[in-house]
């Protein structure tokens, strides 16, 4: 059962450079989250969505995008990288929904770390 | 706005040596209460949730606690691969499509030396 799966574990770009960080998961889990972690702080949500074709903000959206095309991926787009992006990105996916609205735990991918220089 | 603030920011202690860990919080009705450890180079394993006041929840060394405003992880005779940094997090009450959000206290960084 591999869960939640991030790609790539590290990257280095240059400052403008664009890139998608991909995320998969293979739980059915309906809704997805994007989240940052710079050092000594605690996770901030970038994006989320509840379902395929629903995306909306979260914490710290701007630099980046996101799409979600079908229940299992949820990519995130970096355009024209900046030095303050420069952070490991974690994925999370839960099981959530319907009238009781149980609030199950998100599941995480181990993180994609990610340089601007 | 809501708040977690845990502490202390890092803890070690000798094993065997019993603590807890705090984390106070502000939410605008709090739905759930979750704690998760991280260790270094991977991402948040999920450990508990609590949902209220008065609950407690125990997995091995481990047990969380809550009251109305703050939660504890009391580690009893912690062994060294107890190490990690904790995590608490909480889940405000609110409409469906708000997507089960989480707001992230900066974490607890355990060390337990053999």
């Known amino acids: 059962n591999a869960g939640v799966t991030q790609t790539p574990k590290f990257r280095i770009l240059k400052i403008g450079q664009s890139m998608t960080l991909q995320c998969t998961q293979d739980?059915?889990?309906?809704?997805m989250y994007w989240y940052r972690q710079d050092p000594g702080m605690g996770l901030k949500l970038i994006y989320y969505?509840?379902?395929?074709?629903?995306?909306d903000k979260g914490e710290v959206p701007n630099g980046y995008n996101v799409s979600r095309s079908t229940t299992e991926d949820f990519p995130l787009r970096l355009e024209l990288a900046a030095p303050s992006q420069t952070s490991v990105y974690f994925c999370?996916?839960?099981?959530?929904?319907?009238?009781?609205?149980?609030?199950?735990?998100?599941?995480f991918g181990d993180g994609t770390r990610l340089s601007i220089l | 706005e809501d708040q977690v603030t845990q502490s202390p920011e890092a803890l070690r202690l000798q094993e065997g040596e019993s603590s807890s860990l705090n984390c106070s919080y502000t939410?605008?009705?709090?739905?759930?209460l979750f704690w998760y450890r991280q260790d270094p180079g991977k991402g948040p394993e999920f450990l508990f949730t609590?949902?209220?006041a008065g609950e407690e929840k125990e997995k091995e060394r481990l047990k969380a606690t809550l009251t109305k405003k703050e939660s504890f992880l009391h580690i009893t005779a912690p062994k060294p691969e107890d190490s990690a940094t904790y995590l608490c997090?909480?889940?405000?009450?609110?409409?469906?499509?708000?997507?089960?959000?989480?707001?992230f206290g900066e974490g607890t960084q355990l060390t337990v030396n053999p």
């Open positions: 609590l949902y209220s």
């Open positions: 939410v605008s009705g709090l739905r759930g």
């Open positions: 739980m059915n889990h309906n809704y």
């Open positions: 997090a909480v889940q405000a009450r609110g409409v469906e499509t708000s997507g089960s959000r989480l707001t």
């Open positions: 999370a996916s839960s099981l959530t929904g319907g009238p009781n609205y149980s609030n199950q735990p998100q599941h």
């Open positions: 969505s509840v379902g395929a074709g629903i995306t």
